[in-house]
């Protein structure tokens, strides 16, 4: 079946503008993340949704940065006015529950690399 | 915060086994996660380990787990050309966030 779907998979903008990038996560996973990774770095978390619960969005760097979700499907990051140290990949990850013992591995997609001239 | 972390670089020899390593901070019991990301590409997931269990072996691969030191490690057997990556380890911190290492860049050589 079809993993983890990110669009665009490259983008390049000049400071100041919005961008939005879009992840489909694997149909019927519930939960979906969202990570961040510059180069040679490993990933930070952004903000993680679970069905219909309030999304965590404590790993947001700043005000400018936004994602939604529609149900349990599409996402979209949203980042305002950006600038050059936004430059990055952006990972989005999905997996089928969140949360307790159990194990439900994420599964991610190939990622949106971000570059901010 | 919990902390992961890992070494730089590893380069190796085809044939020869592979040894890489992550240090965690926090002991809590949760999953620790091995992934690979070859370039231009997302991350794969190799295997994982519940922090209850010290070894657990998957066909080539082989993870480690010192609940003591807190030490995790991923051993590739017969490293092959194709097994060049970035290898990640990541550790599950509740409810839900995978906290990685910087990741260790592996350079198989013929």
């Known amino acids: 079946g079809a993993g983890v779907s990110q669009s665009p998979s490259n983008k390049v903008t000049e400071k100041g503008k919005d961008v939005e990038l879009r992840c489909d996560p694997i149909s019927g996973h519930t939960a979906l993340y969202w990570y961040r990774q510059r180069l040679g770095q490993g990933l930070e978390f952004l903000i993680y949704f679970q069905g219909n619960s309030a999304p965590d969005k404590s790993g947001l760097p700043s005000d400018r940065f936004s994602a939604e979700r529609t149900g349990e499907s599409v996402s979209t990051l949203t980042i305002q006015r950006t600038q050059q140290e936004d430059s990055a990949v952006y990972l989005c990850?999905?997996?089928?529950?969140?949360?307790?013992?159990?194990?439900?591995?994420?599964?991610f997609g190939d990622g949106t690399r971000l570059s901010i001239l | 915060g919990e902390d992961v972390e890992q070494s730089l670089f590893l380069s190796v020899r085809e044939g020869d086994s592979s040894v890489i390593n992550c240090t965690y901070t926090?002991?809590?019991?949760?999953?620790l996660y091995w992934y690979k990301q070859e370039p231009g590409a997302g991350l794969q997931l190799l295997t994982y380990?519940?922090?209850?269990?010290d070894m657990k072996q998957d066909q080539r691969l082989t993870v480690l787990l010192n609940k003591k030191d807190k030490h995790l490690s991923l051993r590739i057997a017969d490293t092959q050309t194709g097994d060049s990556a970035i290898y990640f380890c990541?550790?599950?911190?509740?409810?839900?966030?995978?906290?990685f290492g910087t990741g260790t860049r592996l350079q198989v050589f013929p």
């Open positions: 380990i519940f922090s209850n269990m």
């Open positions: 990541a550790k599950k911190q509740d409810p839900d966030k995978l906290i």
């Open positions: 990850a999905s997996s089928l529950v969140s949360g307790g013992v159990s194990n439900q591995p994420q599964h």
């Open positions: 926090d002991s809590s019991s949760t999953y």
